[in-house]
């Protein structure tokens, strides 16, 4: 599941280079930053703010304090290191708000702190205390591996649910006239980006635990003794090795009435037009209205 579901939206290392140099420069919670490259607001660009709050990982924004001006939300990226440097911030090592322990997660390159990550940092923290209280066994090693895989069935839905967001944005965006609508369509796709980013941090923290939970010697066991009493069929289930193998054409084998031939087509997934996702939506706003309407007839 990992290897065919998760794969990174494109270039996320661009769209991510706004957060890298945000956290690597220590603009963090109860700090000073700068404001810069607000469209909305430019009379704001220069000004030096207090951070009130962490990034919101739904629009990636955060609440500010402009002196003189009162609290407002703006976008992580449109922040900056102030101008003065010398005075370090307040997530060193060892301190921060969701600050990451050494050795307690694998580091997946991403330096964005996600619910995901902290998630499997105490899952991982379960696992190795069963280790250190000699209690650890293998339904332990095959929650963490089986909660992998879900997380990563649900970031698959995610992905293209994105990028179903981000080709309307864009199709509005080549369509719209009106400046405000512009604007707020703007908004709309900054708000996508993050949650792209969001969703690139956790495939990097989801392959590194996959990574580091393969790696383990107590997994390497398992897996050598899982191998030893069972066999993967082609469709990825086990089956032990004394049952009979399955009949030909058994889904087992990997081929299905309902999936046969349609496996290419599926993995060569094409990026849905602006048109047929309108098209999609019309048709199932007019199948509400029709199922509404028979609705209230049966009520008569």
């Not at 922040?79 to 005075?87: A, M, Y």
């Amino acid at each position: 599941v990992i290897d065919e579901l998760l794969r990174d939206l494109p270039d996320p290392a661009a769209r991510e280079a706004a957060f890298t140099r945000i956290l690597h420069e220590k603009v963090q919670t109860s700090g000073r930053a700068q404001l810069e490259g607000l469209s909305s607001r430019p009379e704001l660009n220069g000004r030096e703010v207090k951070v009130l709050d962490t990034v919101s990982e739904e629009d990636g924004r955060v609440a500010v304090r402009v002196k003189g001006m009162g609290d407002i939300r703006v976008l992580c990226d449109k922040l900056r290191p102030p101008r003065e440097t010398g005075r370090s911030g307040v997530g060193s090592r060892g301190r921060g708000k969701g600050k990451v322990a050494k050795g307690e997660c694998a580091d997946p390159g991403s330096p964005m702190v996600t619910d995901l990550s902290q998630e499997l940092t105490r899952r991982r923290q379960a696992l190795l205390e069963h280790v250190e209280n000699l209690r650890l066994t293998s339904q332990h090693l095959a929650d963490h591996y089986t909660f992998i895989n879900t997380s990563a069935e649900r970031l698959a839905a995610t992905a293209l649910k994105l990028r179903k967001q981000f080709t309307i944005t864009q199709g509005l965006y080549k369509k719209t006239r009106d400046a405000d609508k512009i604007l707020q369509i703007q908004q709309r796709e900054e708000t996508i980006r993050h949650q792209e980013a969001v969703y690139n941090a956790n495939v990097a923290w989801l392959r590194a635990e996959k990574e580091w939970l393969c790696d383990q010697p107590a997994m390497v066991e398992a897996m050598e003794m899982l191998m030893k009493k069972m066999v993967r069929c082609p469709d990825g289930t086990w089956v032990d090795r004394a049952d009979p193998p399955p009949p030909e054409g058994s889904p087992h084998n990997g081929v299905s009435p309902q999936t046969s031939g349609t496996d290419e087509v599926e993995s060569a997934w094409e990026e849905p037009s602006f048109e047929s996702l309108l098209e999609q939506m019309k048709a199932e706003v007019q199948q509400e209205q029709q199922q509404a309407a028979a609705g209230k007839k049966q009520g008569r």
